[in-house]
């Protein structure tokens, strides 16, 4: 699947223009205008915007100043130009790195990525007059993932993150990509960020639920996504650290994850490995998927010591607490990734934390 061609539905773009707290911007600019649905959206707002649309593929659109070129080299021509930024870039890899190393200066010198959207975020930040607003769509992986906590904090600690707002899962139609759309100013970071979900279309409006606000400590510091605090609780859990890549047809044993299936198990392959440092996984163990359509499934491990794979995360159980709580639930909350949904230590944790809130509230309803 070509993750770089999905435009942005008018509806979207009518709802993201609608929350910008923008009077009346004299010019607006999509340095990957694709569709300009997002352009026309913000001239539906404002009728005397003058819209400037860039992309590396040529366009028609009436009212657009189109210009063919690539997005990330235009703004680097016209940084602090633009009052609003709107953008939906494409979800894919950097054909080479640091191609436009402008792009990464003062704040972000130090960062590298080799993803695409990445660095086309820094281009549309690039574009921004002081106090400008940037409104940009990014997998959910920028917003979730422990690989974006760098860029994430960089963002936090020199702009004002001011609101954060996941996008249903068929925002791009049967494709099922996880998105959020991001609302960032280029000013002081102020005290708390608007975080919340874009469930439903009804009447032509959008339903939001999961409203909350995110403390500026956690904005600063890349936590834009926990839905519970992390538990007190000891909590010894572990990834696997054998890579599938050495599995073989005989040797040492190992468990490995497996399709999705109402009585999840992993399966059992083999691999040319051996040693002490490795994670393995003992009888009475909680096994989980980690990636692919099975991630967030679990069962309890019954067998002799054995390897585990780095698909799977085992957790020590030895008193059965964590079993008994987990006992008749499904891993429910949202898994990340574009084209291979996985799940993190901390979402599990977070789902499990999720429990014990649930399971002390039913007693407070029923009066224990």
Avoid at 17 to 43: Q, W, Y
Avoid at 64 to 70: A, C, P, R
Avoid at 278 to 300: F, N, P, T
Wanted: hydrophobic share 35%; aromatic share 10%.
């Amino acid at each position: 699947m070509d993750y770089s061609k999905f435009y942005t539905p008018p509806q979207i773009a009518n709802l993201l223009v609608r929350k910008v707290n923008v009077p009346h911007p004299d010019t607006a600019i999509d340095i990957c205008c694709g569709s300009c649905n997002l352009l026309r959206a913000a001239k539906k707002r404002w009728k005397n915007t003058t819209l400037f649309g860039v992309d590396i593929k040529p366009h028609i659109a009436s009212d657009v100043n189109f210009m063919e070129m690539d997005g990330r080299q235009y703004a680097i021509k016209h940084a602090k130009k633009y009052p609003l930024v709107l953008a939906n870039p494409p979800f894919d890899f950097v054909k080479t790195n640091r191609e436009f190393p402008l792009l990464y200066q003062g704040v972000f010198s130090s960062y590298s990525t080799k993803r695409l959207e990445n660095e086309m975020l820094l281009a549309n930040l690039l574009l921004l007059q002081e106090n400008g607003t940037l409104v940009i769509i990014l997998p959910s992986t920028f917003v979730e993932a422990e690989s974006n906590t760098a860029i994430r904090s960089l963002i936090g600690k020199n702009y004002y993150v001011r609101e954060i707002i996941k996008l249903p899962e068929d925002t791009f139609g049967a494709s099922n990509i996880n998105s959020y759309a991001l609302i960032i100013k280029n000013s002081s970071p102020k005290k708390k960020t608007t975080n919340s979900s874009c469930v439903i279309f009804e009447n032509e409006q959008f339903l939001f639920e999961n409203k909350c606000t995110v403390p500026q400590k956690d904005i600063q510091a890349g936590r834009w996504y926990d839905r519970y605090s992390a538990t007190n609780e000891a909590f010894d859990i572990r990834r696997g650290n054998v890579s599938s890549q050495m599995f073989c047809d005989k040797g040492t044993a190992i468990l490995h994850t497996a399709k999705k299936s109402e009585q999840w198990k992993p399966s059992l392959r083999y691999c040319a490995v051996s040693g002490e440092n490795l994670v393995y996984a003992e009888s009475g163990d909680i096994i989980i998927s980690r990636i692919g359509k099975s991630a967030g499934q679990w069962g309890i491990y019954r067998g002799e010591k054995i390897l585990i794979s780095d698909c799977l995360y085992r957790i020590k159980d030895p008193t059965g607490k964590i079993l008994n709580r987990l006992q008749g639930h499904e891993y429910d909350f949202p898994q990340k990734g574009v084209a291979t949904r996985y799940i993190t230590i901390n979402d599990f944790k977070s789902w499990y934390c999720s429990l014990s809130s649930d399971v002390n509230a039913e007693k407070s309803t029923s009066g224990e």
